[in-house]
Protein backbone atom coordinates (compact mmCIF):
# COMPACT_ATOMS: atom_id res chain seq x y z
CA UNK A 1 0.00 0.00 0.00
CA UNK A 2 0.97 3.14 -1.01
CA UNK A 3 0.51 6.02 1.83
CA UNK A 4 0.34 9.17 0.87
CA UNK A 5 0.45 12.74 3.29
CA UNK A 6 0.13 14.87 0.11
CA UNK A 7 -1.83 17.98 1.01
CA UNK A 8 -0.41 17.52 4.65
CA UNK A 9 1.23 20.16 6.99
CA UNK A 10 3.73 18.42 9.78
CA UNK A 11 5.71 20.14 12.43
CA UNK A 12 8.49 17.61 13.90
CA UNK A 13 10.16 18.78 16.75
CA UNK A 14 14.71 17.64 17.33
CA UNK A 15 14.56 17.15 13.56
CA UNK A 16 18.29 17.99 13.16
CA UNK A 17 19.36 14.98 13.57
CA UNK A 18 18.59 11.52 14.90
CA UNK A 19 15.06 9.96 15.29
CA UNK A 20 13.64 13.17 14.33
CA UNK A 21 15.47 13.94 11.27
CA UNK A 22 14.42 10.52 10.21
CA UNK A 23 10.75 11.28 10.49
CA UNK A 24 10.90 14.47 8.94
CA UNK A 25 12.92 12.67 5.79
CA UNK A 26 9.88 9.71 5.82
CA UNK A 27 6.92 12.49 6.19
CA UNK A 28 8.46 14.51 3.50
CA UNK A 29 9.19 11.25 1.41
CA UNK A 30 5.20 10.61 1.84
CA UNK A 31 4.38 14.07 0.67
CA UNK A 32 3.59 16.54 3.25
CA UNK A 33 4.99 19.61 3.63
CA UNK A 34 7.94 19.79 6.97
CA UNK A 35 8.84 22.04 9.35
CA UNK A 36 12.17 20.61 10.50
CA UNK A 37 12.74 22.24 14.09
CA UNK A 38 15.97 22.30 15.80
CA UNK A 39 17.30 23.72 19.04
CA UNK A 40 20.65 24.57 18.57
CA UNK A 41 22.26 22.96 15.42
CA UNK A 42 20.95 25.09 12.95
CA UNK A 43 23.37 24.04 9.98
CA UNK A 44 22.15 20.65 10.07
CA UNK A 45 18.34 21.68 10.09
CA UNK A 46 18.78 23.67 7.05
CA UNK A 47 20.85 20.58 5.27
CA UNK A 48 17.89 18.57 5.93
CA UNK A 49 15.63 21.01 5.10
CA UNK A 50 17.11 21.70 1.29
CA UNK A 51 18.06 17.96 0.57
CA UNK A 52 14.25 17.44 1.20
CA UNK A 53 13.38 20.36 -1.14
CA UNK A 54 16.44 19.01 -3.94
CA UNK A 55 14.05 16.02 -3.93
CA UNK A 56 10.74 18.01 -4.71
CA UNK A 57 9.53 18.07 -1.19
CA UNK A 58 8.89 21.11 0.77
CA UNK A 59 10.69 21.88 3.86
CA UNK A 60 11.49 24.62 6.66
CA UNK A 61 13.81 24.92 9.29
CA UNK A 62 12.56 26.55 12.20
CA UNK A 63 14.12 27.68 15.38
CA UNK A 64 12.45 26.80 18.74
CA UNK A 65 13.44 25.56 22.02
CA UNK A 66 10.26 23.27 23.03
CA UNK A 67 10.69 23.73 26.57
CA UNK A 68 9.62 27.21 26.28
CA UNK A 69 6.15 28.08 25.68
CA UNK A 70 7.13 31.28 23.35
CA UNK A 71 9.11 29.05 21.73
CA UNK A 72 6.21 26.93 20.80
CA UNK A 73 3.78 29.24 19.63
CA UNK A 74 6.68 30.36 17.62
CA UNK A 75 7.23 26.92 15.93
CA UNK A 76 3.39 26.90 14.97
CA UNK A 77 3.05 30.88 13.93
CA UNK A 78 6.08 29.48 11.08
CA UNK A 79 3.94 26.50 10.39
CA UNK A 80 1.18 29.17 9.63
CA UNK A 81 3.03 31.61 7.70
CA UNK A 82 5.10 29.19 5.66
CA UNK A 83 1.95 26.54 5.25
CA UNK A 84 -0.86 27.98 5.65
CA UNK A 85 -1.31 25.45 9.15
CA UNK A 86 -0.38 22.47 10.36
CA UNK A 87 -2.36 18.76 10.29
CA UNK A 88 0.78 16.90 11.46
CA UNK A 89 2.71 17.16 14.70
CA UNK A 90 4.87 14.75 15.59
CA UNK A 91 6.69 15.92 19.30
CA UNK A 92 9.81 14.54 18.93
CA UNK A 93 12.71 16.56 20.77
CA UNK A 94 14.48 14.75 23.56
CA UNK A 95 17.68 14.34 26.00
CA UNK A 96 19.51 12.37 27.91
CA UNK A 97 21.56 13.05 30.98
CA UNK A 98 22.35 10.16 33.13
CA UNK A 99 24.44 9.24 36.17
CA UNK A 100 23.96 6.95 38.78
CA UNK A 101 20.64 7.74 40.81
CA UNK A 102 22.23 9.20 44.07
CA UNK A 103 24.39 11.29 41.51
CA UNK A 104 21.94 12.84 39.25
CA UNK A 105 21.54 16.13 39.47
CA UNK A 106 18.51 18.49 40.53
CA UNK A 107 19.78 20.38 37.43
CA UNK A 108 19.77 17.15 34.98
CA UNK A 109 16.95 15.92 36.83
CA UNK A 110 15.16 19.00 35.64
CA UNK A 111 16.28 18.83 32.17
CA UNK A 112 15.31 15.75 31.10
CA UNK A 113 11.49 16.29 32.59
CA UNK A 114 11.71 20.14 31.56
CA UNK A 115 12.65 18.82 27.55
CA UNK A 116 10.87 15.14 27.92
CA UNK A 117 7.71 15.39 29.17
CA UNK A 118 6.93 19.61 29.65
CA UNK A 119 8.43 20.40 26.23
CA UNK A 120 6.04 17.10 24.73
CA UNK A 121 3.12 18.56 26.86
CA UNK A 122 3.60 22.46 25.84
CA UNK A 123 3.78 21.48 22.06
CA UNK A 124 0.74 19.22 22.04
CA UNK A 125 -1.28 22.09 23.78
CA UNK A 126 -0.02 24.15 21.40
CA UNK A 127 -1.12 21.68 18.51
CA UNK A 128 -4.76 21.08 19.79
CA UNK A 129 -5.15 24.65 20.22
CA UNK A 130 -4.23 25.27 16.36
CA UNK A 131 -6.26 22.08 15.29
CA UNK A 132 -9.16 23.92 16.48
CA UNK A 133 -8.93 27.10 15.32
CA UNK A 134 -7.95 25.63 12.20
CA UNK A 135 -11.45 23.86 11.68
CA UNK A 136 -11.47 20.18 10.15
CA UNK A 137 -11.23 19.96 6.63
CA UNK A 138 -12.70 16.49 4.81
CA UNK A 139 -10.69 17.18 1.25
CA UNK A 140 -7.28 16.86 3.84
CA UNK A 141 -8.05 14.18 6.07
CA UNK A 142 -11.26 12.93 8.05
CA UNK A 143 -9.25 13.67 11.53
CA UNK A 144 -8.95 17.59 12.50
CA UNK A 145 -5.36 16.96 13.71
CA UNK A 146 -3.00 14.06 15.02
CA UNK A 147 -0.27 14.45 17.59
CA UNK A 148 2.65 11.56 17.42
CA UNK A 149 4.63 11.75 20.22
CA UNK A 150 8.09 10.02 20.19
CA UNK A 151 8.10 7.69 23.39
CA UNK A 152 10.80 4.42 24.29
CA UNK A 153 10.50 1.54 25.41
CA UNK A 154 11.45 3.29 28.64
CA UNK A 155 7.80 4.08 28.67
CA UNK A 156 7.95 0.69 30.28
CA UNK A 157 11.22 -1.08 30.66
CA UNK A 158 13.08 0.82 34.23
CA UNK A 159 16.87 1.95 33.39
CA UNK A 160 19.47 2.16 35.65
CA UNK A 161 21.43 4.44 35.78
CA UNK A 162 18.46 6.79 33.64
CA UNK A 163 16.46 7.70 35.94
CA UNK A 164 15.26 11.32 34.49
CA UNK A 165 14.88 9.69 31.73
CA UNK A 166 12.55 6.72 32.26
CA UNK A 167 10.75 8.84 34.63
CA UNK A 168 9.98 11.56 31.57
CA UNK A 169 8.99 8.61 29.27
CA UNK A 170 6.33 6.92 31.71
CA UNK A 171 4.67 10.38 32.58
CA UNK A 172 4.56 10.95 28.26
CA UNK A 173 2.51 7.64 28.45
CA UNK A 174 -0.07 8.57 30.14
CA UNK A 175 0.05 12.23 28.86
CA UNK A 176 -0.53 10.28 25.74
CA UNK A 177 -3.27 8.35 26.85
CA UNK A 178 -5.18 11.00 28.55
CA UNK A 179 -5.17 13.50 25.72
CA UNK A 180 -6.33 10.33 23.46
CA UNK A 181 -8.69 9.85 25.48
CA UNK A 182 -10.51 13.11 26.30
CA UNK A 183 -9.44 14.65 22.69
CA UNK A 184 -11.00 11.20 20.34
CA UNK A 185 -14.59 13.30 20.44
CA UNK A 186 -13.11 15.89 18.73
CA UNK A 187 -11.71 13.77 15.50
CA UNK A 188 -7.93 14.46 17.34
CA UNK A 189 -5.88 11.08 17.11
CA UNK A 190 -3.06 11.18 19.49
CA UNK A 191 -0.66 8.43 19.63
CA UNK A 192 2.73 7.15 20.56
CA UNK A 193 5.80 5.54 18.48
CA UNK A 194 7.79 3.66 21.14
CA UNK A 195 11.26 3.09 19.58
CA UNK A 196 14.12 1.01 20.83
CA UNK A 197 17.77 0.82 20.53
CA UNK A 198 18.05 3.13 17.05
CA UNK A 199 21.15 4.14 15.81
CA UNK A 200 21.85 7.60 16.61
CA UNK A 201 24.26 9.93 18.46
CA UNK A 202 21.89 9.60 21.76
CA UNK A 203 22.99 5.99 22.57
CA UNK A 204 26.37 6.43 20.57
CA UNK A 205 28.00 3.87 23.56
CA UNK A 206 25.64 1.26 22.93
CA UNK A 207 26.68 0.26 19.32
CA UNK A 208 30.04 2.09 18.52
CA UNK A 209 32.27 -0.85 20.05
CA UNK A 210 31.78 -3.85 19.17
CA UNK A 211 31.67 -5.65 22.53
CA UNK A 212 29.12 -2.55 23.63
CA UNK A 213 27.14 -3.75 20.28
CA UNK A 214 26.95 -7.77 21.20
CA UNK A 215 25.45 -6.61 24.17
CA UNK A 216 23.02 -4.67 23.02
CA UNK A 217 22.12 -7.45 20.55
CA UNK A 218 21.43 -9.84 23.33
CA UNK A 219 18.20 -7.35 23.87
CA UNK A 220 16.98 -7.40 20.78
CA UNK A 221 15.48 -10.61 19.81
CA UNK A 222 15.52 -9.37 15.90
CA UNK A 223 19.51 -9.44 15.97
CA UNK A 224 19.81 -6.16 14.76
CA UNK A 225 20.00 -2.35 15.55
CA UNK A 226 17.22 0.05 14.37
CA UNK A 227 17.78 2.84 11.66
CA UNK A 228 15.79 6.31 11.68
CA UNK A 229 14.07 5.43 9.07
CA UNK A 230 12.84 2.00 10.85
CA UNK A 231 11.02 4.92 12.77
CA UNK A 232 9.99 7.21 10.06
CA UNK A 233 8.48 4.20 8.29
CA UNK A 234 6.00 3.75 11.48
CA UNK A 235 5.39 7.59 11.80
CA UNK A 236 4.31 7.78 8.28
CA UNK A 237 1.65 5.09 9.11
CA UNK A 238 0.31 6.86 12.07
CA UNK A 239 0.21 10.41 10.55
CA UNK A 240 -1.93 8.73 7.58
CA UNK A 241 -5.79 8.35 7.47
CA UNK A 242 -4.38 4.48 6.93
CA UNK A 243 -4.07 4.36 10.39
CA UNK A 244 -7.86 6.59 11.26
CA UNK A 245 -9.03 4.14 13.91
CA UNK A 246 -6.04 4.22 15.77
CA UNK A 247 -6.41 6.37 19.16
CA UNK A 248 -4.51 6.39 22.12
CA UNK A 249 -1.88 3.70 21.39
CA UNK A 250 1.75 3.30 21.33
CA UNK A 251 3.61 1.62 18.56
CA UNK A 252 6.78 0.08 19.41
CA UNK A 253 9.23 -0.05 16.58
CA UNK A 254 12.45 -2.15 18.94
CA UNK A 255 13.31 -5.39 17.22
CA UNK A 256 11.41 -7.34 20.23
CA UNK A 257 13.14 -5.18 22.40
CA UNK A 258 9.95 -5.77 24.87
CA UNK A 259 9.79 -9.08 25.16
CA UNK A 260 11.81 -9.53 27.73
CA UNK A 261 15.01 -11.69 25.53
CA UNK A 262 16.54 -12.80 28.83
CA UNK A 263 13.49 -15.40 28.94
CA UNK A 264 14.23 -16.64 26.28
CA UNK A 265 16.51 -19.32 27.97
CA UNK A 266 15.76 -18.54 31.74
CA UNK A 267 12.59 -18.72 33.86
C1 LIG B 1 17.28 5.67 24.49
C2 LIG B 1 18.50 4.99 23.91
C3 LIG B 1 18.45 3.50 24.20
C4 LIG B 1 17.12 2.90 23.84
C5 LIG B 1 17.01 1.42 24.26
C6 LIG B 1 16.05 4.97 24.00
O1 LIG B 1 14.89 5.60 24.47
O2 LIG B 1 17.28 7.05 24.12
O3 LIG B 1 19.67 5.56 24.45
O4 LIG B 1 19.48 2.85 23.46
O5 LIG B 1 16.09 3.62 24.44
O6 LIG B 1 17.45 1.20 25.56
Known amino acids: MQLSLEKNRAIVTGASSGIGEGIARALAAAGASIIVNYRSDRESAERIASEIRETGGRAEPVQADVSKPEDCEKL ?41 LTGQFLCAQEAIRRFRQQGIDRDRSPALGKVIFTNSVHQEIPW ?29 RVNAIAPGAIK ?19 LIPYQRIGE ?7 AVWLASDASDYVVGTTLFVDGGMMLYPGFRKGG
Not at 78 to 107: H, K, M, P, Y
Not at 109 to 114: E, P, Y
Not at 161 to 176: D, F, I, P, S, V
Request: glycine content about 8%; overall charge negative; hydrophobic content about 45%.
Open 76 to 116: FDAADRLFGGVDIVVANAGIQRDAAFTDLSLEDWRKVIDVN
Open 160 to 188: AGHANYATAKGGLKLLMETMAQELACEKI
Open 200 to 218: TDINRDAWEDEEARRKLLE
Open 228 to 234: PEDVGQA
